[in-house]
């Protein structure tokens, strides 16, 4: 009985991922780096008060969803059409697409370790977390009307 149950169980699951849906997975996974990187520049810009322990779960957080991002599960082929603003360049510069994430999940480990003892010091690391944002969404993003 215990086999049936676990056999049906990975049955399920590998029908789950089968119809994952890349592009709403990719999606979902950039807005989850949105609200973490809109809470941090709340701090940045003095709208909330810097707190150093808030600030590294932040830090911590938007490295866990950097980590979590698999190009090649979420931009596989064929992803580039339908309900999407990942620009054809992606996958015309797969090898580029890669470097400028590479860099960006670089600079979210280096602020992490760095951790920021005051505002001033997530100011510099923020701006250059923020800079390889508009750098991948100038290149890899179509921009919305």
């Known amino acids: 009985m215990r086999k049936l149950i676990l056999a049906i169980s990975m049955l399920a699951f590998a029908g789950s991922v089968a119809v994952a849906d890349?592009?709403?997975?990719?999606q979902a996974l950039?807005?989850?780096?949105?609200?973490i990187a809109g809470?941090?520049?709340?701090v940045v810009k003095?709208?909330?008060p810097f707190d150093a322990a808030a600030v590294m779960?932040?830090?911590?957080a938007l490295q866990a969803n950097a980590e979590k991002l698999d190009i090649d599960a979420l931009f596989p082929a064929g992803s580039d059409t339908g309900d999407t603003t990942a620009a054809p360049k992606i996958w015309q510069d797969m090898a580029g697409f890669k470097a400028t994430h590479d860099k960006y999940l670089a600079d979210v480990k280096a602020a992490v370790a760095a951790a920021p003892a005051d505002v001033d010091a997530l100011k510099?690391?923020?701006?250059?977390?923020?800079g390889d944002c508009g750098t991948c969404h100038e290149t890899y993003r179509i921009k919305k009307d």
């Open 57 to 60: 779960t932040s830090l911590q």
């Open 22 to 26: 890349p592009i709403l997975d990719r």
């Open 46 to 48: 003095g709208e909330n």
């Open 30 to 35: 950039m807005k989850e780096r949105g609200k």
């Open 124 to 130: 510099a690391q923020f701006n250059t977390i923020g």
């Open 39 to 42: 809470g941090l520049s709340k």
